[in-house]
């Protein structure tokens, strides 16, 4: 495989969000969060069952409408864009439960990934790409989606998302319902795309894991930022435990 068929583009992004806030009536799911990934690094997004993460992504991407705030990308506000420009300027996300359709073949799945680019590129060798990182994936490709397993959709969604040629990737709690290899080999995964030069705001429940990942993290508690800083500083800080059981 040569390298220029790798499906994740050589250069990576940076992301600026000032200030953001998302309601849903009079509720606000996040509230003035600001946090900055600088290109190639990993972000983890943590927190308890709630807390905005979700809504924070969906911003993000452009589904969910921010009341308030900002987003850059390289210096560049995409804050009015629609989603398809945005996942065309490099952005993409792996939502909540994968959101594979069952009903369609895994090659179907994979070239639904491509379909907000812009450029004419060949989505047969980037597929050809994602069935190299994936074999058992190749080996179903005409099957419906259906036939896979909790962790091979996960792989298929990350496949997915990763024929947009992202340079920044988001996830949105990948590893749940995984069995613990399952969810090791998605983190060697996650390892891997980021040393290729992809830069990956993960949010996620399981917090060993994410920060050992992570360069840096942000932990939400009722849609605000409690604590940020560096994956090892996070790790040890008591307030870490005291935002999950807040919001338990
Ligand atoms: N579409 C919606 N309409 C109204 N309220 C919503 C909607 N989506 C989420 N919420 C509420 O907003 C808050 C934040 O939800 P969100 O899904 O962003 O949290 P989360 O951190 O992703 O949680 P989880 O860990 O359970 O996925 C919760 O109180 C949730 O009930
Ligand atoms: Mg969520």
Request: net charge neutral; with cysteine; charged share 25%.
């Amino acid at each position: 495989m040569h390298r220029d068929a790798r499906p994740c583009a050589d250069k990576n992004i940076s992301l600026e969000i000032k200030n953001l806030t998302v309601s849903y009536g009079r509720m606000k799911a996040v509230r003035n969060v600001s946090l900055t990934l600088k290109q190639g690094q990993v972000i983890a997004v943590l927190g308890a069952n709630g807390a905005g993460k979700s809504s924070l992504l969906r911003a993000i991407i452009g589904v969910e409408p921010p009341s308030e705030g900002s987003i850059h990308i390289d210096g560049v506000d995409i804050s009015t864009r629609s989603t398809p420009a945005r996942v065309a300027a490099g952005i993409v996300l792996v939502p909540e439960n994968r959101r594979i359709l069952i009903d369609q073949t895994i090659h179907e799945n994979l070239l639904l990934g491509a379909t907000a680019r812009q450029d004419v590129g060949d989505f047969e060798a980037d597929a050809d790409a994602v069935y190299e990182r994936f074999p058992s994936l190749r080996a179903r490709k005409d099957l419906a989606a259906a036939c896979l397993s909790g962790g091979e959709q996960q792989m298929l969604a990350i496949g997915r998302a990763l024929m947009a040629r992202p340079k920044l990737l988001m996830l949105d709690e990948p590893s749940l319902g995984l069995s613990p290899i399952v969810v090791n080999q998605m983190f060697n995964l996650l390892k891997d795309l980021n040393e290729q030069g992809l830069s990956i705001l993960l949010v996620e429940q399981n917090t060993g894991k994410a920060l050992a990942l992570a360069h840096r993290a942000y932990v939400m508690e009722q849609g605000a930022i409690a604590i940020s800083g560096k994956s090892s500083e996070i790790l040890s800080d008591p307030r870490l435990k005291e935002a999950y059981l807040g919001g338990e």
